[in-house]
Nanobody
């Protein structure tokens, strides 16, 4: 399983970005996907997760109402739509696959496959 994330960039506060993650797998719809971020000097944290079917999602309170996760199983792609971005959203964003479960498990330790990361920078 290989994951390729894209869509990062630099925006001003209040702006939007859409991240995409294409997954090379013939069983993409069978496992949950997540987006994580890691800011400089901080631990990696979850920002969104979605079940294999796409019917269940998880977003922590820090991004709820601003970020949306979705997936297109026909395209083997998961998306993270980020609106109303804040400087504290600045981080490297990673997509990851929970290969052992189709259900959302919002803990990074369950995610076995990771993409390369894409930088998101939000200026004030």
């Amino acid at each position: 399983v290989q994951l390729q994330a894209s869509g990062g960039g630099s925006v001003q506060a209040g702006g939007s970005l859409r991240l995409s993650c294409v997954v090379s797998s013939s069983t993409f719809s069978r496992y949950a996907m997540g987006w994580f971020r890691q800011a400089a000097g901080k631990d990696r944290e979850i920002v969104a997760a979605i079940s294999g079917s796409g019917t269940s999602t998880y977003l922590p309170s820090s991004v709820k109402g601003r970020f949306t996760i979705s997936r297109d199983n026909a395209k083997n792609t998961v998306y993270l739509q980020m609106n109303s971005l804040k400087p504290e959203d600045t981080a490297v964003y990673y997509c990851a696959a929970d290969h052992d479960s189709a259900y959302v498990r919002p803990n990074l330790h369950y995610y076995s496959h990771w993409g390369q990361g894409t930088q998101v920078t939000v200026s004030s």
